[in-house]
């Protein structure tokens, strides 16, 4: 969004400083979503085509090199935390029965729902295929967990849907699990390899869990708020499908006896009119619910600086401290 | 379904051999489906209470108790391998949109496709979790790779649906991969903790992929010829979802012009009226394509048999060749 000219804090500087590395990843990435069954292929290549940030390999990648390390395994694994998250991406489709993802027509639009969980099943199964040729049982523990934890989150948010008594913290439990958590792993995994003491194990991994709340709580904003071109799916997707998020729980904490009905009506009960999403939207503005939302997001950001203070400074802490900032600032 | 006082070849002597073990692997799967996520182990009681044959932990245990092994590693390896097998269920009814399974309603029916999706990710997840701790890297490999090859056949199976050009070998390769490779890596794994020599783990391994091959031929008859309340899950399911299993193939090839016309209708344009599974029964009977299929499965029974061979005769050794007879002996 922001050109690397502007001011505007990017992913630039991080994605130079691993530019070779993250090129390796997208050959491992394509080469090993191969299959001699057809489908598998040709979905994948979708996949591939769509493109997406593959923010969390590069977190890995990032990760690696703020720890100073020198061999390849970080690319093998960073391709490991993309297939993980594809086969997620791909379930969510499946779940949400969303038509539009990373701008293009989603894979189960495209290929079905059969194929979309098979598939995604198939690289999962990959994805911990190749962890096990890396061989660290550490590295299979941290990604082992962290995929049963995006299950589990991925739960609670459906038990959750359409419940406007959802908290603040029952939130941010979903999120935490659902997306930060596999940040939190793709950094870890970085300091693994490159054979860092814990104190600075546990300092990326606060730094991606930082990170991956950051980036879903302004997800959660631009769902209501982003231009449709640049969300790169269909805005408003979560309040069609009724999702608690932190701007509705803001908006109907603050609303009068009115909104509330209007926001039961269209969350809980899933009845809504052409209307309906404009309303909400102007709703979410009136009581700063976007905003907050975002606040909360920076946060997160100034949580994400701190935890990289035990590192020295240089090019990749400064490039990763950018990219946080970027995370927030998608959201404005 | 054959009495245990009967000559009828039965799983019984094989269950009796590891009692003890299969009430310590049931335990562990209930303990470790837990989740806070209360939808979690709710689904999972569903799937505990409809029990199944548990076929694949048993074969685990079987292997192990053949293969001298004093541990109990290979109780929640057994467990694990199960977990595959929940996950891939969840996700197959998905697919297949099945109602029944295990004779009853089946968990998408009950709690729909979104948490099936969802709640098999998280067995699947636990499941690697799970072998993690074990902690040993040849398992995983076996396992992984397993699950990668599952979820091939499943889309191989999406990709020949509702065609009828599929060839017996196409056919075979769908079986092999959805059903026989997770039999086949049951049986490895307990060979793998008893630190048995490799032509031993391959000799168990060569009896599972009879064992899961038989098995699932026998199943593909049954879903033609089975009588709802033995059968578990709904009679003619595959009929109905056009798939192409090898009764059907061998009726094909050989029916005249009009049943041709018939099959094309109903397997590969889905066009079917209340008549048309009775039709195909008598077709498939007319041509004895369900008693080849059997056939088939009972020369997998004799290769299983062959397979033991390297091991000394005794009573685990005969109740796995008895148990290889007794899934052949279900399709008569």
Redesign the interface.
């Known amino acids: 969004m922001a050109a690397s000219s502007s001011p505007s804090p990017s992913l630039g500087p991080l994605l130079a400083l691993v530019e070779a590395d993250m090129a390796a990843v997208n050959r491992l990435i394509v080469e090993r979503m191969h ?6 292929p040709q979905l994948a290549a979708h996949l591939v085509a769509a493109g997406g940030k593959r923010l969390r390999p590069l977190l890995t990648l990032a990760s690696a090199a703020l720890c100073g390390y020198q061999g390849t395994r970080h690319q093998g694994l960073a391709a490991c935390v993309e297939f993980i998250h594809t ?2 991406l791909l ?1 969510d489709d ?2 949400d029965e969303s038509l539009l993802r990373r701008g293009q027509d989603s894979a189960n639009a495209l290929f079905g ?3 979309s ?3 995604g ?2 690289l ?3 994805a ?2 190749l ?3 890396d ?1 660290d ?1 550490r590295v ?2 941290i990604l ?2 962290a ?2 934890v ?3 989150g ?3 948010q ?2 959750i849907q359409n419940d406007l008594s959802t908290t603040e913290a029952a939130y941010l439990e979903v999120i935490t699990s659902k997306t930060a958590v596999l940040f939190e792993a793709a950094a870890q995994v970085g300091a693994i390899v490159a054979g860092r003491p814990e104190p600075e194990v546990q300092a990326v991994a606060r730094y991606g869990m930082a990170l991956g709340t950051a980036f879903q709580l302004v997800d959660d904003a631009l769902d209501y708020s982003a231009a449709q071109e640049t969300l790169g799916k269909t805005v408003g997707d979560d309040f069609r499908e009724g999702k608690v998020t932190l701007p509705v729980i803001l908006a109907y904490a603050r609303g009068d006896d009115a909104e509330r009905t209007f926001w039961r009506r269209t969350i809980e009960d899933l009845e809504q009119t052409d209307d309906d999403l404009g309303t909400a939207q102007g709703l979410l503005r009136q009581h700063g619910a976007l905003a907050d939302t975002i606040a909360a997001a920076d946060r997160m950001r100034a949580q994400a600086e701190v935890a990289l203070a035990p590192f020295a400074d240089g090019p990749v802490k400064a490039a990763l401290i950018e990219a946080v900032a970027f995370a927030v600032a998608r959201g404005y």
Do not use: W, Y
């Open positions: 299959s001699p069954v057809a489908l598998i086969a997620t379930h499946v779940v729902n059969k194929a969980v098979l598939v099943d198939f999962f199964s990959r911990f295929e962890m096990v040729a061989g049982l299979l523990a082992s967990r995929s049963a995006i299950a589990e991925e739960v609670l459906l038990q």
